[in-house]
Structure formats: C-alpha cells, structure tokens
C-alpha cells in the first residue's frame, strides 16, 4: 500500500541553523510528492513539489530532492529564520488510487531567536 | 494553483445539533476533498466529493453523519450531523490540481462541540 512516514518532532532550532526533516514514502507505481507548511491558526499551503525521480523541488529557501533509490524526500534549509517556525507534512499522490493524498504525521518546528 | 475560502471559519455548538461548512474555490475544479484535523495531528480524509458523482467516503465515516454536497464545479458543504465533543476538530477542504494533481487547502473550520 502507500504511505508515508516522517521524522517525529518536535525540532527546535537556533535562528540560522540548517534544517533537515525526513520523509521516506512506500508507495506502488510512481507518485508524486509534496511538502506542505501549516502556520499556526492556518489551513495547508503547498511549499514544494517534485512528480518524478530525480527531481528537486525548491521554494522560499526549502529543498527536497525525489530519491526513487531510498523512497526518501527529506526537506531541508541552510539556514533557518523565526518566521519559518510552523508544522511541516510530507505527503505523497499515487496514480493508483485516483490520486488520493496520503500525509505524513506532520513535524513541528521552532526557530528561537 | 486555486484560491479556497470557508465559511465558518470556526464555531462554537451544543451537542445534538447540526453545522453545515462551506467551501468555495475560484476556479473549476472536478476533485474536492475533505479531511478533518484533530488538535496536534495529521489529516484524516473524510470523503471525495466530485462533482456529477456521489460522495466516496472514507472507513470509519458514513453519509448519515456526514453528508456532503457538490452542487457544482466550484463549491461544496460538509454537514457534521447530532454533533458530540469528539467531533470538536478542524475540518479543512482541498481541491486537487495541476499535472501532479497537488491539493490546496481552505484555511480550515475549528469546531469546538460542547
């Protein structure tokens, strides 16, 4: 079946410091896969995306590369700030279930000045 | 990309009784999704609502309890029915776009049943 599995949190970080959250996904076919940020008191917002191996996703900073070879899409950031302090879900679309999300358990994360 | 808003955007109700949410997207969109997200934890999906279809939902949740509505290509209502205090969560809905069918999300209703 599909699912993903994330890095238990919570993270906190010192501002500047390099973030890394794992996500390693099971899925069968070939999905696509996402992060997502959720603000506190907010809905989802789509941070980045990657549909095929290979690929490398990249927005405000953040990075995650699709790793067919270890079904991984870890996010990462070289150097954090305060406003990026939020909740993070890796999730992942399989074609062969019409598409269907599957989310990962979210990671918190808090940047201290 | 799609632009989605809900009504309400949180609430406050007695147990027993009936809130219908709204979700309206700025396009056409032909998958709609809801999920509910209880306090500190990930999304559930409750139910695919496609338009021109009935409502495909999920283990563990049933029409009864959840009806949904899909009157047309942009817009959508979940009614959380006789509502008890485990039903107090955040019920979010998404539409699905785009070649790698991303989802985006309304900023969500926080229900607290009391």
């Known amino acids: 079946g599909n699912s993903v599995t994330q890095m238990e949190g919570p993270v906190t970080l010192s501002e500047e410091a390099f973030l890394t959250i794992n996500c390693t996904y099971t899925?069968?076919?070939?999905?696509?896969l996402f992060w997502y940020v959720q603000y506190p008191g907010e809905g989802l917002q789509l941070l980045l995306k990657?549909?095929?191996?290979?690929d490398k996703g990249s927005n405000k900073g953040f990075e995650a590369t699709y790793r067919k070879e270890t079904t991984s899409f870890h996010l990462e950031k070289g150097s954090v700030q305060v406003s990026d302090s939020a909740v993070y879900f890796c999730?992942?679309?399989?074609?062969?279930?019409?598409?269907?999300?599957?989310f990962g358990t979210g990671t918190s994360l808090t940047v201290i000045p | 990309s799609a632009v989605i808003s809900q009504k309400p955007s949180r609430d406050i109700c007695q147990r027993g009784t009936s809130l219908t949410i709204q979700c309206q997207v700025d396009?056409?969109?032909?998958?709609m999704f809801w999920y509910r997200q209880q306090p500190g934890q990930s999304l559930t999906l409750i139910a695919t609502?496609?338009?021109?279809?009935?409502?495909?939902?999920e283990s563990g949740f049933v029409i009864d309890k959840f009806p949904i509505s899909r009157p047309n290509l942009t817009f959508s209502t979940l009614t959380v029915s006789n509502m008890s205090p485990e039903d107090s969560s955040i019920y979010l809905c998404?539409?699905?776009?785009?070649?790698?069918?991303?989802?985006?999300f309304g900023p969500g209703t926080r229900l607290t049943v009391t």
């Open positions: 899925a069968t076919g070939y999905p696509s």
């Open positions: 998404s539409v699905a776009v785009g070649q790698g069918y991303e989802q985006y």
């Open positions: 990657a549909t095929k191996a290979d």
């Open positions: 396009s056409q969109v032909t998958m």
């Open positions: 609502a496609n338009q021109g279809s009935e409502a495909t939902y």
């Open positions: 999730a992942l679309s399989a074609t062969n279930t019409g598409n269907q999300f599957y």
